[in-house]
């Protein structure tokens, strides 16, 4: 590696109910960063669905570790569909990356972080995605509200209260793991299945 050349992770991302293989993603990423003198200094290859958890990609989680040891200086992906199937857990990964001085590469929209034009679209998904999860609440609590009148019965009314309710849907919507939900809101795994379960079964968000 040359003084001043640019260390990449690449990301690669393929949904495992569909029959493909990450092969023809590396073959042009390879390419590119070639074309750029970008030195690979690590591939992250993954097979899953990019609607789960961080918890539950093992390779995305490795890498965001790597990102945040400074292994590396940009991540390089074939598109950002591949890193998240959501706005909000995209704008989620890309801000964490930039807080760790991490820059992003997708190939197939030709976006980069580290230009003012990538930083401008940046920003741009950051407000859509604030924007989306605020209409995203105000629809929640109109729900929780109406299956309420309805009679509904959300877990235990001494623990879970509304406010836990929406914290939780809006915890399970970006991607939470039902565990990691429940450390955070600090009840049980059980409690917080079963406040998913009966909101899964009634409300379509």
């Known amino acids: 590696m040359t003084i001043g050349q640019k260390r990449v992770g690449v990301y ?5 109910s569909q029959k493909q293989t990450t092969l023809n993603q590396r073959m042009e990423l390879e390419e590119v960063c070639k074309r750029n003198d970008w030195n690979i200094v690590e591939v992250y290859d993954e097979t899953i669905s990019g609607t789960k958890s961080i918890d539950d990609r093992k390779e995305l989680k490795r890498m965001l570790k790597d990102a945040s040891s400074g292994f590396f200086d940009m991540v390089v992906v074939f598109s950002v569909c591949r890193i998240a199937r959501s706005m ?3 704008v989620s990964v890309m801000t964490h990356l930039d807080e760790l001085g991490c820059d992003i590469y997708s190939h197939q929209q030709g976006i980069r972080t580290d230009t003012s ?7 741009l998904m950051g407000c ?3 924007c989306e999860m605020s209409i995203r609440k105000d629809r929640q609590m109109i729900g929780i509200k109406r299956a309420k009148s309805q009679g509904v019965k959300f877990g235990r009314k001494d623990v879970v209260d509304e406010d836990m309710e929406l914290r939780i849907v809006e915890l399970r919507h970006k991607g939470k793991s039902i ?3 429940a450390k955070n809101v600090g009840i049980s ?3 917080v299945h079963k406040v998913v379960k009966e909101w899964e079964a009634i409300i379509q968000v």
């Open 88 to 90: 909000t857990h995209l």
């Open 189 to 191: 795994v059980g409690r």
């Open 179 to 181: 565990r990691a939900i």
């Open 12 to 16: 690669l991302r393929v949904s495992t």
């Open 117 to 123: 034009m990538g930083r401008m679209f940046f920003q």
């Open 128 to 130: 859509l995605s604030e």
